[in-house]
């Protein structure tokens, strides 16, 4: 063994370390993977022979029968006492077995992409210790999908494992097993929701039930806030008022990060923590640039009037991140050393609790600019049309914030200790020093 790998292994036996080189193959093909896209890994790498292959499912006598190309297999059907759903537990063969993807415009149950760490922590703990909770999943299109679990199975695979305990539910809700299975990753889990994730299931699921309501035939007017008080009045949305203006928000913040134009969003992290490549976090973006620019709650304009301007709106925030991706974060190389000028003014202007005090200050600058008085318009600067002459004022406005000169103060300056303080402490150091929502106008530091 060379002497890089030899160090690399520590004290992991030699198979340990073999399969922690594979899983670090497979997590480099890409940035959100999930148990759909290591059965295929495997599939290549010819551990398996297939998968997700098609099954047909009768019930009889209080049995439901599965029938696939593996053969014939009776199980005892069960009722949930609460929902009335059908379902069975059954040691399942990995080629019936498949991952609750969003696929072809369907939504997909499963809730989180895989976590290297865990799998790899699970797949040395599964080595010694039984399996404690079946995967869970349902058959949808006469394929078995699994939601709940594709950690464990993950770790299973990597085991050489080819058979998986499962619960399976026949024919469930989809929006209330949905909402289920949300709740028990967020609230009720011990591992909580990737905050992208979270925004990407919600915003989704929300989005859906969004286009009903303004595809709705009836005379009255459509609104946001017509649509939320239609949820509240609607006897299948088992959701607080709280829970609701969270999926909006995440409905939102979907519409931006998945806008194709939006370039920035190759800088978001999945994760809840920034890394050198992926210097943006969803936290970070929601308490700063949304947080300023993105007007939040539900409004009241008539949707098929002119004075509905949401996607003018979004398509402006999409603008302003462009700018800053044009100006600045188009040069972030995250293998640059610590002594590249360049590389620390981004990481200084990017930093989590930086981004946070500077959108309040850019936010104040472009209300100027547009000639924005009035509280309402203030609070939601960016819910109108937009002229080409008005977002050539925004970019010089953010030009004078990329430029300011502390951005390029030498290797652990003040800046630097600063940045560690609270968001209010931040603004009121960058305020002193010079940057100032004047300044960011044309005005002289």
């Known amino acids: 063994m060379c002497q890089v790998h030899n160090q690399a292994k520590g004290t992991l036996p030699l198979g340990d370390f073999r399969v922690k080189l594979r899983l670090d193959k497979f997590f480099a093909s890409g940035d959100r993977l999930t148990l759909k896209h290591l059965l295929r890994f495997l599939k290549?790498?010819?551990?398996?022979?297939g998968f997700g292959h098609h099954i047909v499912s009768s019930i009889y006598e209080e049995k439901v029968q599965i029938d696939s190309a593996s053969g014939k297999n009776s199980y005892i059907l069960y009722t949930c006492p609460t929902t009335g759903w059908q379902y069975f537990y059954a040691t399942l063969p990995v080629d019936l077995l498949d991952s609750d993807d969003e696929e072809d415009n369907n939504v997909g149950l499963q809730p989180r992409f895989l976590i290297q760490d865990k799998v790899f922590e699970l797949f040395r703990h599964f080595q010694r210790?039984?399996?404690?909770?079946?995967?869970?999943?349902?058959?949808?299109?006469?394929r078995i999908l699994l939601f709940d679990g594709q950690h464990k199975v993950a770790?299973?695979?990597?085991?050489?494992?080819?058979?998986?305990e499962c619960k399976i539910y026949l024919s469930p809700d989809l929006r209330?097993?949905?909402?289920?299975?949300?709740?028990?990753?967020?609230?009720?889990?011990?591992?909580?929701?990737?905050?992208?994730?979270?925004?990407?299931?919600?915003?989704?699921e929300f989005g859906m039930d969004f286009k009903t309501y303004t595809n709705s035939e009836d005379d009255g007017v459509k609104s946001e806030a017509g649509f939320m008080r239609f949820l509240s009045n609607d006897a299948n949305q088992a959701l607080s008022k709280g829970e609701r203006n969270k999926r909006f928000r995440s409905y939102l913040y979907n519409s931006v990060l998945q806008n194709p134009d939006n370039r920035i969003t190759r800088l978001v992290s999945s994760g809840n923590r920034s890394t050198d490549d992926k210097p943006l976090t969803l936290d970070m973006l929601s308490k700063s640039i949304f947080s300023s620019f993105l007007y939040t709650e539900p409004v009241e304009d008539d949707m098929a009037s002119d004075k509905y301007k949401r996607d003018k709106e979004i398509a402006n925030v999409v603008a302003l991140m462009n700018m800053l991706d044009d100006l600045a974060l188009v040069g972030w190389n995250s293998k640059a050393g610590a002594n590249d000028e360049y590389q620390r003014r981004l990481k200084r202007l990017f930093?989590?609790?930086?981004?946070?005090?500077?959108?309040?200050?850019?936010?104040?600058?472009?209300?100027?600019e547009l000639k924005l008085v009035d509280k309402d318009d203030q609070a939601r600067p960016f819910y109108r049309e937009l002229l080409?002459?008005?977002?050539?004022d925004i970019k010089m406005v953010v030009e004078r914030l990329i430029n300011w000169?502390?951005?390029?103060?030498?290797?652990?300056?003040?800046?630097?200790r600063t940045l560690s303080d609270n968001k209010s402490a931040v603004k009121d150091w960058m305020r002193a020093h010079g940057l100032t929502a004047g300044y960011l106008m044309g005005a002289p530091e």
């Open 129 to 142: 210790h039984p399996v404690l909770q079946p995967a869970i999943g349902r058959i949808h299109n006469d």
């Open 176 to 204: 209330l097993l949905n909402q289920t299975n949300i709740a028990a990753h967020d609230k009720y889990s011990q591992t909580r929701f990737y905050s992208s994730v979270m925004v990407m299931k919600l915003g989704s």
């Open 44 to 49: 290549e790498e010819k551990d398996i022979t």
């Open 405 to 416: 000169k502390l951005w390029s103060s030498v290797a652990n300056s003040d800046i630097d």
């Open 351 to 368: 930093a989590s609790k930086s981004i946070m005090a500077w959108s309040e200050l850019l936010s104040s600058a472009v209300c100027g």
């Open 388 to 392: 080409q002459n008005d977002l050539d």
């Open 155 to 164: 770790a299973l695979l990597w085991n050489g494992r080819k058979e998986y």
